[in-house]
């Protein structure tokens, strides 16, 4: 599996244990799922999209550190 993805899992963690009750983080293997990943534009890995009220309203592509990335999704939540 990609070795960015890995590196962040634990980053979404840290991400959902810090920004717990505002946001949830859910992970799909665009492997097992091709649709899903075809569906949101999703064409690199790994790549965050976040919904808004059942919405996508950005994506994020490529690792970020969870500093960084706590700051921007503050931004939209």
């Not at 505002?22 to 899903?36: A, C, E, F, S």
């Amino acid at each position: 599996w990609c070795g960015p993805c890995q590196m962040m899992a634990p980053i979404l963690e840290q991400v959902g244990a810090h920004l717990r009750g505002r946001l949830q983080v859910i992970k799909i293997d665009t492997d097992r799922y091709p649709g899903i990943a075809s569906q949101y534009g999703i064409q690199a890995l790994p790549t965050l999209v976040l919904f808004k009220k059942g919405q996508p309203v950005d994506h994020i592509e490529g690792a970020m550190q969870a500093p960084q990335l706590i700051q921007h999704l503050q931004t939209l939540i």
